[in-house]
């Protein structure tokens, strides 16, 4: 039902910067999801990066806490991910997420991925 495609990842040095874009279609009511980002690094569990309520509160894993940034623009139907001071350890496919409870249900959608590299 709901598409979710993202862009703006790559290779980049330490200290570099990246912005990941999140582009949701297939719905008329994107401002109701609640937006999120994860990561996984190879050999690793999936975890959270970031989240953004539909009210805009937002709630950051600790790893990233003061480095990134993520906002989300409705009338787009569109969600980002500033990354500064990029380590490392950041180096992960970086992945999309929609949550909304409608009623009875609970909708729950993934992107595809974007590779995000970091290193020397």
């Known amino acids: 039902q709901v598409q979710l495609v993202e862009s703006g990842g790559g290779s980049v040095q330490p200290g570099g910067s990246l912005r990941l874009s999140c582009v949701a279609s297939?719905?008329?009511?994107?401002?109701?999801?609640?937006m999120g980002w994860y990561r996984q690094a190879p050999g690793k569990q999936r975890e959270l990066v970031a989240l953004?309520?539909?009210?805009?509160?937002?709630n950051y894993g600790d790893s990233v806490k003061g480095r990134f940034t993520i906002s989300r623009d409705n009338a787009k139907k569109s969600m980002y991910l500033q990354m500064i001071s990029l380590k490392p350890e950041d180096t992960a496919v970086y992945y999309c997420?929609?949550?909304?409870?409608?009623?009875?249900?609970?909708?729950?959608?993934w992107g595809q991925g974007t590779q995000v590299i970091v290193s020397s």
């Open positions: 997420n929609a949550r909304r409870s409608a009623g009875l249900y609970d909708y729950d959608y």
């Open positions: 297939g719905t008329r009511s994107f401002e109701l999801y609640a």
């Open positions: 953004i309520t539909s009210g805009g509160s937002t």
